[in-house]
């Protein structure tokens, strides 16, 4: 019989910054941006849903 591969990822698990961290760190990140799409930009740096951007946001 064939060996069963292994299918789970490589990759290491992260489950992102404490919501403090991330907002202190999104102050200076700011200052540096210049785009249009603040909240889509805001949720791919830290690995946020979009909802969750949102509310952070606000």
Excluded: C
């Excluded at 992102?16 to 805001?42: C, N």
Aim: hydrophobic residues 35%; glycine residues 6%; aromatic residues 12%.
């Amino acid at each position: 019989m064939a060996k069963k591969k292994n299918r789970r990822s490589k990759k290491k698990q992260f489950w992102g910054l404490p919501k403090v961290v991330r907002m202190e760190q999104a102050k200076s990140w700011l200052e540096t941006y210049d785009g249009e799409h603040i909240i889509k930009a805001y949720s791919k740096l830290f690995g946020l849903n979009l909802k969750n951007a949102l509310k952070d946001w606000n």
